[in-house]
């Protein structure tokens, strides 16, 4: 990236803060904006404010080129390009509340106000179709400029999972850039450009088009994870069944791809779930039935709340046992989060019957605390192995290298009776004689 390219970020949660490392890290001049005075003293110092593989490491070794600041105007002042990546927390029929962001375009718009050069905002917080030109409406009024004049406005959300950020934002499938005119279109797709270590494809539309992609595309992967889970169940109930091997061959098929066709826990995350429901909503502000993505999520819940617990009960009763350690609470591996966790929905379920569950999980634990609060028999481990110990069954409910490592002894020296479900078929220990290895998606 060019060395004079100046940024600012606004919003330094674990997407914005990324952003930032990233643009730091191909040699731009970045300016990240918080109202979180902790967030900016410690990216000041060179210390990351969020936890995301990579991201620490890109901050320290690019100090030089980052700064931080509560103050929107000497951002603004000081960058021509402003990223917009703050909340759009969903309400309760799906829609996105977008507070955040026209805050954050209010206090830009007046920065704008006091400068002559050309200025780039790029909303990229999710957004639904007609939100972005309203953001233009602020941007407007606070600044007392023209959009396609004085300033360009651009909708550019990313895909990416958390644990992972780092990778996707520099290697992204394609770039999605919704524009208010050319000049603007032109001036972000220089920046990715100059980004990405890979060549994907961008695609340039109207910032409705962009914003329906957006959520049309997640809602779309939700129904592939949900389409494998049904894969997955039934294997689970025919001779020989054996969702992997089915999922596997489906994804040879190029109409059908294999990422996300594969059987495991239900999806969930900050993404996910609040996606498909948006795009349920907007399809109904149109008049347009979608009982596709409301079913998605029907079946979703369906598997994390009756199927998986019911399994592990069916389990842990034929052992005769009542003791069952948790490996895994976040939505994924590699996050804190433990929003919409499978696994957090899979032990409320379990927690209202008379059992000891014993959890553990690498970096959720202070999250889980909280979500779990309420729960009775709930114990926190402080490693794999103390969360195994004289358990009756273990359930692998997120995937872990650091699960993936444990030998066939942790198991079976640790747990009263080593009985494994793996959610993930992680551990594969299908040979090994001394343990009952049961895979999801498997007979």
């Not at 021509?80 to 954050?104: C, R, Y």
């Not at 209010?106 to 007609?130: D, F, M, N, R, W």
């Not at 481990?381 to 359930?395: E, M, P, Q, T, Y």
């Not at 020296?413 to 040979?431: C, G, H, R, Y």
Request: aromatic share 8%; proline share 4%; with cysteine.
């Amino acid at each position: 990236m060019k060395a004079e390219t100046k940024i600012s970020v606004f919003g330094m949660g674990k997407l914005g803060c990324t952003m930032l490392a990233c643009f730091a890290h191909k040699g731009a001049q970045v300016i990240g904006v918080d109202i979180n005075e902790d967030s900016v003293s410690k990216l000041n110092k060179g210390l990351s404010p969020i936890y995301e593989p990579g991201v620490a490491e890109l901050i320290k070794k690019n100090i030089s080129k980052i700064s931080a600041t509560s103050d929107a105007k000497k951002a603004v002042l000081n960058s021509s390009v402003s990223f917009i990546i703050v909340p759009t927390p969903s309400e309760k029929n799906g829609s996105f509340n977008t507070k955040a962001v026209e805050s954050v375009a209010t206090e830009i718009g007046k920065a704008l106000s006091q400068k002559t050069e050309y200025h780039l905002v790029i909303v990229t917080s999710t957004v639904l179709p007609g939100d972005t030109t309203r953001i233009v409406g602020v941007l407007e009024k606070t600044s007392g400029k023209k959009c396609n004049v004085d300033f360009g406005v651009c909708y550019n959300p990313d895909f990416i999972a958390l644990g992972t950020v780092v990778r996707d934002f520099l290697n992204p499938d394609m770039v999605l850039i919704g524009e208010s005119d050319k000049k603007a279109g032109d001036t972000l797709c220089e920046i990715h450009e100059n980004l990405v270590d890979n060549k994907p494809s961008i695609n340039r539309m109207s910032f409705e088009n962009a914003e329906l992609t957006k959520i049309a595309l997640n809602s779309y992967c939700t129904l592939k994870i949900t389409f494998a889970n049904i894969i997955a169940e039934i294997c689970e109930k025919i001779p020989g069944g054996n969702s992997t091997v089915v999922t596997t061959a489906l994804g040879f098929d190029t109409r059908i791809g294999n990422k996300y066709l594969k059987g495991g826990l239900s999806y969930g995350g900050p993404c996910f779930p609040r996606d498909n429901k948006a795009f349920a909503w907007t399809a109904g502000q149109f008049g347009v039935l979608n009982t596709l993505a409301m079913k998605t999520d029907e079946v979703n819940d369906f598997h994390r709340t009756s199927r998986i617990p019911e399994k592990l009960l069916s389990i842990l009763s034929e052992k005769k046992g009542t003791h069952i350690a948790v490996l895994g609470l976040t939505y994924k591996a590699d996050t804190t989060l433990v929003e919409e966790s499978a696994a957090i929905s899979v032990i409320k379920t379990l927690a209202k019957n008379n059992i000891k569950i014993s959890v553990y999980d690498p970096a959720g634990l202070p999250d889980a605390k909280i979500a779990l609060k309420d729960c009775p028999n709930i114990f926190f481990s402080d490693n794999s192995k103390a969360c195994l110990k004289d358990a009756d069954l273990c359930f692998i409910a997120a995937p872990w290298k650091e699960f993936k490592e444990l030998s066939k002894n942790d198991f079976v020296e640790q747990m009263k009776t080593p009985v494994i479900f793996d959610a993930w078929n992680l551990v594969n220990f299908e040979s090994e004689k001394n343990i009952d290895y049961i895979q999801i998606g498997k007979h």
